[in-house]
């Protein structure tokens, strides 16, 4: 009896083993899948709202995340900006974006964030980024961490000048935020 118990007891502990292994690996592989959006390069995926007013330009660039969530905030900070009369552009960062984007009166980028880090591909974006004196500047985050707002002053540190307007949109609380978003448009268009 005491050998059998003894086999029953190591196949208990292998078998434990091999799940906390699997949960691990599965925590992990899950982790690094959704925290590499901000590393994903997508394809040009331009769209465009016209405006009212054809003299009045407003651009849009954002990186996606793993959920629809940052497109639900740069859809409707570009309806907001939209119904104030601007023809609004929205498109992903990468290199077939322009690097002179003197034509547009307010340029928004926004990032979605994982754990704490901006987006690499639209930091090497806005770096790039030349001619928008006269533009009013804002960035966005979208995410879920209340208590840091970092990713903002970094990704501003990367543009040339200034930003005039820095955001932070909270995905959970994602009703709110997203009616943030369209009133945040119609001020811009508005100011």
Not at 22 to 50: C, D, F, Q, W
Not at 120 to 145: F, H, Q, R
Not at 154 to 166: F, Q
Request: proline share 2%; glycine share 10%; charged share 20%.
């Amino acid at each position: 009896m005491g050998k059998s118990n003894r086999k029953g007891r190591k196949k208990a502990i292998l078998i434990l083993i091999i799940c906390i292994v699997v949960i691990g690996l599965g925590t992990l592989g899950g982790t690094l899948y959704v925290t590499s959006a901000g590393n994903v390069k997508h394809k040009s995926n331009e769209i465009i709202l016209p405006g009212t007013d054809s003299n009045r330009n407003a651009l849009i660039i954002y990186q996606p995340g793993r959920s629809e969530y940052g497109t639900t905030i740069a859809t409707n900070l570009a309806k907001g900006l939209n119904e104030s009369g601007y023809e609004v552009t929205i498109n992903y960062p990468g290199d077939f974006l322009s690097e002179n984007l003197e034509e547009y009166e307010i340029v928004a980028f926004g990032t979605t964030v994982y754990n704490g880090e901006l987006s690499p591909v639209l930091g090497d974006y806005v770096s790039a980024i030349k001619n928008i004196d006269n533009s009013k500047i804002l960035i966005y985050s979208t995410g879920m961490m209340t208590d840091n707002s970092s990713e903002l002053d970094e990704l501003s540190k990367l543009l040339y000048r200034k930003a005039d307007y820095l955001e932070k949109f909270l995905s959970n609380q994602e009703e709110s935020e997203v009616k943030r978003a369209y009133d945040l448009g119609i001020t811009l268009g508005g100011s």
